[in-house]
């Protein structure tokens, strides 16, 4: 079982930076590939970044340039940099843990921390 739990959301005005972490625990965190996801009000929950156990990123296009994904291994961390942030920004950040077994996907989630950008 792995457990993750987010902090760092809160209200930000248009144009200004977050950061998320996300702490990781009951696993060996460095084999999961790790993600952000958000989710608006009625809109489903979709992928913001992820990076694999050897670094690799992707960005959905929406926030190229603008987030930085990055991860600790030492300290079973994960992080999002958000600058530049928009009002369509605002959602629910949930953050992912990932790996393929023998057949099988093993695939955790945090409970979510609320991001809102307003003026």
């Known amino acids: 079982q792995v457990q993750l739990v987010e902090s760092g959301g809160g209200l930000v005005q248009p144009g200004g930076s977050l950061r998320l972490s996300c702490a990781a625990s009951g696993t060996i965190f460095s084999i999961y590939t790790m993600g952000w996801y958000r989710q608006a009000p009625g809109e489903q929950r979709d992928l913001v970044a992820a990076?694999?156990?050897?670094?690799?990123?992707n960005y959905a296009d929406s926030v190229k340039g603008r987030f930085t994904i990055s991860r600790d291994n030492a300290k079973n961390m994960v992080y999002l940099q958000m600058n530049s942030l928009k009002s369509e920004d605002t959602a629910v950040y949930y953050c992912n843990a990932r790996r393929m077994g023998v057949g099988i996907k093993y695939e955790y989630w945090g409970q979510g921390t609320q991001v809102t950008v307003s003026s």
């Open positions: 990076i694999t156990s050897g670094g690799r990123t």
